[in-house]
């Protein structure tokens, strides 16, 4: 599985952004498309998730009513819509997915659970 996110930039604090992560080579098993950001000198961070299969959508507190998962299967591709933008939603993003067996209910949230990961995006939020 090959994954490649894009849409990243520059906006004032209010803006909006769209990122995409184009994927190629999946199968069944790559149910969840996960969005993760890292801001500089910080932990890696889950930001939001979507079940390829049946849409559910799961979000970090810190986004919830701005930011918007969705996917087109037909392309392969997951967006995150994110509106709103604060200066502390500023980090690279990057999307990521996994077709191993998972556990626990909530393993979506673990950066060490996933084996592909997209190239990041910058996104920074400034005025």
């Known amino acids: 599985v090959q994954l490649q996110a894009s849409g990243g930039g520059s906006v004032q604090p209010g803006g909006s952004l769209r990122l995409s992560c184009a994927g190629s080579?999946?199968?069944?098993?790559?149910?969840?498309i996960s969005w993760f950001r890292q801001a500089p000198e910080k932990e890696r961070e889950w930001v939001s998730s979507?079940?390829?299969?049946?849409?559910?959508?799961y979000y970090v507190d810190s986004v919830k009513g701005r930011f918007t998962v969705s996917r087109d299967n037909a392309k392969n591709t997951v967006y995150l819509q994110m509106n709103s933008l604060k200066p502390e939603d500023t980090a690279v993003y990057f999307c990521?997915?996994?077709?191993?067996?998972?556990?626990?209910?909530?393993?979506?949230?673990?950066?060490?659970?996933?084996?592909?990961w997209g190239q990041g995006t910058q996104v920074t939020v400034s005025s």
């Open positions: 990521a997915a996994d077709g191993s067996y998972h556990s626990y209910s909530t393993w979506y949230k673990d950066k060490y659970e996933y084996a592909s």
């Open positions: 979507i079940s390829r299969i049946t849409g559910r959508t």
């Open positions: 080579g999946f199968t069944l098993d790559y149910d969840v």
